[in-house]
């Protein structure tokens, strides 16, 4: 072979050695552009949704609730506006293909909004509401949970429902294989129990495998690690929204562990004295009745100054 071939050679295969590399380096810095654009866009959505969350809390017999309308609302808001799909439900709806799960946090219970077959038609619902619920086989009653001071009893045998603050119940001796604890170890339970229905609900994503598989999206969508990823959360309500199988190229970009947004209860609790019933409200409760007494920093303190919940 003569040298002006052999340098041919030597040119072609550098060249193209060369070549490779620079379209290997233009495919990494894209991913790494698309990774930035979507882990930002979901963070804004996330911080928005949030906010949302928290501007919009009621209370229902002393417990938060969440306005889950308004947080859905918004989280499609923000999210196809950063993508610049607000205009297009197609684009919004392979988006949506790749998020199988979003969980609301409540103060009693929670929900799914998960992708369902409702009339031969796939698309994201909101699920019933599951809430924390413990079944004392003892006595043969269901106890509920709330990440508040304030429990419900429910006997079904005799039809009767008994609601009040740990202490409330505690004295009235009933459901002791619970309130005979001390109140630590019932919140304890209380976490427990929040655990196994946040794990019950993940197994929805099984579900959107299959549905995902029917509309040819070619990812394996995975069940996260709900202690690890709700390890801040199960003392408060929140939201949780899971996204998987965005592709970057080779690989894929997955969301769970820091889309977890939670509330902390902070109002401000008044006592009242009403002919002659100590009572607290939350600061923003406009229908007080009786003399202002003191404030309080939380319900529990409230409870364990002698005073009761206005509902009870």
């Not at 928290?54 to 993508?83: A, D, G, H, P």
């Not at 202490?167 to 170890?185: P, Q």
Request: hydrophobic share 35%.
């Amino acid at each position: 072979m003569s040298f002006t071939k052999i340098g041919l050679v030597l040119v072609i295969l550098m060249y193209s050695i060369l070549l490779f590399n620079s379209l290997e380096e233009d495919k990494l810095t894209q991913a790494n552009q698309l990774k930035t654009k979507y882990s930002t866009v979901i963070n804004n959505t996330l911080n928005d949704t949030a906010y949302t969350m928290l501007s919009t809390i009621k209370y229902e017999n002393e417990v938060m609730q969440l306005n889950i309308e308004e947080c859905l609302k918004t989280f499609r808001k923000t999210l196809t506006v950063n993508l610049n799909i607000e205009h297009s439900d197609v684009y919004y709806t392979d988006f949506m293909n790749h998020v199988p799960l979003i969980l609301f946090i409540d103060g009693d219970g929670l929900y799914s909004y998960a992708l369902s077959s409702t009339g031969g038609t796939l698309e994201h619902v909101l699920h019933e509401k599951r809430y924390f619920t413990y079944y004392d086989d003892i006595e043969d009653l269901v106890i509920r949970f709330t990440f508040s001071d304030y429990y419900e009893i429910y006997d079904t045998t005799y039809n009767l429902a008994y609601r009040g603050s740990f202490s409330e119940l505690k004295a009235l001796g009933i459901a002791n294989s619970v309130f005979s604890l001390t109140e630590d170890k019932v919140i304890e339970l209380r976490n427990k129990i929040v655990m196994e229905h946040i794990n019950n609900e993940l197994l929805r994503i099984n579900d959107h495998n299959n549905y995902a598989e029917a509309i040819g999206v070619g990812y394996k969508f995975f069940i996260p690690d709900a202690n690890t990823t709700f390890t801040n959360t199960i003392n408060s309500p929140g939201i949780a929204t899971f996204i998987q199988g965005i592709s970057l190229g080779k690989d894929n970009l997955n969301v769970a562990d820091f889309a977890v947004a939670t509330v902390v209860d902070s109002e401000i609790i008044e006592g009242y004295d009403n002919a002659g019933r100590l009572v607290y409200y939350e600061i923003s409760n406009p229908n007080k009745i009786g003399t202002y007494v003191e404030s309080f920093n939380t319900k529990k303190e409230a409870a364990q100054a002698g005073y009761y919940p206005s509902s009870y």
